[in-house]
């Protein structure tokens, strides 16, 4: 089995250890858990830990509406982006 090393802020960490510890799972068993969970659902992973991906995911649902009249989402984010 191969090892990795990650990195979670403080704050999850304790909260992902004392689920652990509640489930008397270890810590790397808690981890493929949730990584098992989650190749479960599919591609779709929820940004809560990005800064500013819900705002970046919002201008590309903009500009993707705009894309057949103004060329493409990157022209438009780029332009947006300049206009700031």
């Known amino acids: 089995m191969a090892k990795v090393l990650i990195t979670?802020?403080?704050?999850?960490?304790?909260?992902?250890d004392q689920r652990a510890r509640k489930?008397?799972?270890?810590?790397?068993?808690a981890s493929?858990?949730?990584f098992r969970q989650w190749l479960a659902?599919?591609?779709?992973?929820a940004p809560v830990?990005?800064?500013?991906?819900?705002?970046?995911q919002n201008r590309m649902e903009k500009?993707?509406?705009r894309r057949k009249?103004?060329?493409s989402a990157e022209?438009?984010?780029r332009r947006d982006r300049d206009n700031r």
């Not at 979670?8 to 992902?16: A, F, I």
């Not at 830990?49 to 970046?56: E, S, V």
């Open 69 to 71: 009249s103004d060329g």
């Open 49 to 56: 830990d990005r800064p500013g991906f819900l705002q970046i």
């Open 23 to 29: 489930h008397h799972l270890t810590r790397s068993a």
């Open 75 to 77: 022209e438009w984010l």
């Open 8 to 16: 979670l802020p403080d704050e999850l960490l304790k909260q992902v």
């Open 63 to 65: 500009a993707r509406r």
């Open 32 to 34: 493929r858990e949730a």
């Open 41 to 45: 659902q599919g591609d779709y992973i």
